[in-house]
């Protein structure tokens, strides 16, 4: 599988970027992010992508297993270094879910799932750095997800 993305300079440091499926995002990193057509930095889109990308998994994985999911709120922490060449050293992801009768041993395979097998972004940045993965449900205690998840009993 391909993927391709296409980047032209505006101005100062802003770029027009489109996807492979021609979706346009403006990515600035000039100092100047209060002006109206300022976008998001490259930086700041890395842990967008995972933090999205996991959330898409969780979601669907979720509704596959008949949970009824009334929000999701997915928090990305990166870690980077200091000096260059900077470079991210860890993410940590928090999942808020929020629903009623919840199974936590559903959400934490349908954490697994995203982490070990779909979510792209995840299995990238993974290959060089840790990424931890923990969770609350209804605004409870944070919950880590274990290294393996025992599948679901119906």
């Known amino acids: ?18 996807s492979h499926n021609g979706k346009m995002i403006r990515l ?18 890395i ?12 979601i669907f994985i979720a509704q596959k297993q008949r ?11 990166g870690k980077a270094t200091d000096e260059h060449p900077k470079v991210f050293t860890s993410f940590e992801i928090v999942y808020h879910i929020r629903g009623n009768d919840l199974d936590t041993g559903k ?4 954490i697994a799932l995203s982490r070990d097998k779909y979510c792209i972004v995840g299995n990238t940045l993974g290959q060089c750095m840790s990424i931890g993965h923990s ?3 209804n605004d409870g205690e944070v919950q880590g997800v274990p290294e393996t998840v ?5």
């Open 135 to 137: 969770y609350t449900v």
């Open 28 to 45: 600035d990193g000039s100092k100047d992010q209060e002006r109206e057509e300022a976008g998001p930095t490259p930086t700041e889109l």
């Open 47 to 58: 842990p967008m992508a995972l933090g999205t990308c996991t959330g898409m998994d969780v």
């Open 67 to 77: 949970m009824e999911l009334e929000g999701l709120e997915v928090e990305v922490v």
């Open 107 to 110: 959400l934490e395979r349908a």
């Open 150 to 154: 025992e599948e679901p009993q119906e």
């Open 1 to 18: 599988m391909e993927r391709m993305a296409r980047c032209v300079w505006v101005e100062g440091l802003r770029f027009d970027t489109w």
